[in-house]
């Protein structure tokens, strides 16, 4: 293909991003900003150690000691690395560290992901719900199924500044909101270019075929392969723009996007927040199949119990 032809493509596809980029990029903002700041202050006022010691007999039933709350708790609100941080405060067992890790895996940022899953036709409660209680599935699965060891988890955390006052707290949002700001902008928009190039060069059916089998395995469209791979190396919240694009622009209907969110909101980001608790001395494979065994499973019961309504 002549030089020029090809830039001239390479263009159309930035020209076509770009905009609906932006207009994501402010969409998610919008959502992670305000709600990031909340969760700093209900922190500082103390409002989630409060509720994590009401949750603490619950997670006696799971094999995790009621600090594990804590741990659980904060990973609802925030992304993995400062749940990371409260858990390596606390003393655990391997077996526990295992248990906790797949939950906070399956359970983390909700306010965010759910979101974005609301955005493409999942209801917000009802998919808050069901990663909440799939994280529980897997602590009762592990719980049953993982030797007690007696093994200590152990990891030296980095050391964090303890806030103290309304203007610290304010300044660390402002630091980190930066922060998320350009790297929300940066990744979003080389997805959103990425797929426009993929469309454009006719690659995009190729990934589609090449994945086909896998995702008919998983019970999910074969058109949504390009969507799981994205969801799976680079998170939920960066790939929205995918996920909402797909949606908007009829490449994907409601029914199919709500099959893959179930999918994702298990079996998510395999590669970035898995390899996070294997460098902390946590097994691969607990955390991996755990997590992709039970999505496989929470669709294939989605698409049997729909099958059965519709015949009843």
């Known amino acids: 293909m002549p030089l020029p032809r090809l830039f001239l493509r390479l263009y159309k596809c930035l020209r076509l991003a770009m905009p609906r980029s932006l207009s994501i990029c402010v969409w998610l903002l919008k959502v992670m900003l305000p709600i990031s700041l909340a969760v700093r202050v209900l922190q500082h006022v103390g409002f989630i150690d409060w509720l994590a010691a009401i949750l603490a007999p619950m997670f006696g039933l799971i094999g995790l000691s009621g600090d594990s709350a804590i741990v659980f708790l904060t990973s609802i609100f925030l992304p993995l690395y400062p749940t990371i941080a409260v858990m390596t405060t606390l003393t655990l067992t391997l077996r526990e560290a295992t248990i906790l890790a797949v939950m906070c895996l399956v359970s983390h940022n909700l ?4 979101s974005v899953a609301h955005k493409t036709g999942s209801p917000f409660g009802r998919i808050v719900a069901f990663r909440v209680g799939m994280s529980f599935v897997s602590a009762i699965v592990l719980n049953w199924l993982l030797p007690h060891t007696g093994a200590p988890f ?3 955390a980095s050391a964090t500044t303890e806030v103290t006052s309304w203007g610290m707290l304010l300044m660390q949002w402002l630091s980190s909101s930066l922060t998320l700001t350009v790297t929300i902008v940066l990744i979003v928009s080389a997805l ?5 190039v993929l469309e454009e060069f006719g690659w995009m059916h190729r990934i589609a075929h090449m994945l086909s089998p896998l995702m008919r395995l998983f019970g999910l469209p074969t058109g949504c392969s390009l969507l799981w791979l ?4 680079v998170g939920m919240a960066y790939g929205a723009a995918i996920m909402i694009d797909e949606v908007e622009q009829g490449r994907l209907n409601r029914y199919e996007a709500n099959l893959v969110n179930h999918h994702l909101g298990v079996s998510h980001s395999l590669l970035e927040d898995t390899m996070l608790f294997v460098a902390m001395g946590i097994s691969f494979w607990w955390i991996f199949l755990t997590r992709l065994v039970l999505a496989i499973t929470a669709v294939w019961t989605m698409r049997g119990v729909k099958h059965f309504v519709k015949r009843k």
Do not use: A, I, K
């Open 111 to 114: 306010p965010v992901e759910c």
């Open 154 to 156: 152990s990891f030296l």
């Open 192 to 196: 959103m270019v990425l797929q426009r």
């Open 230 to 233: 994205t969801g799976n190396v």
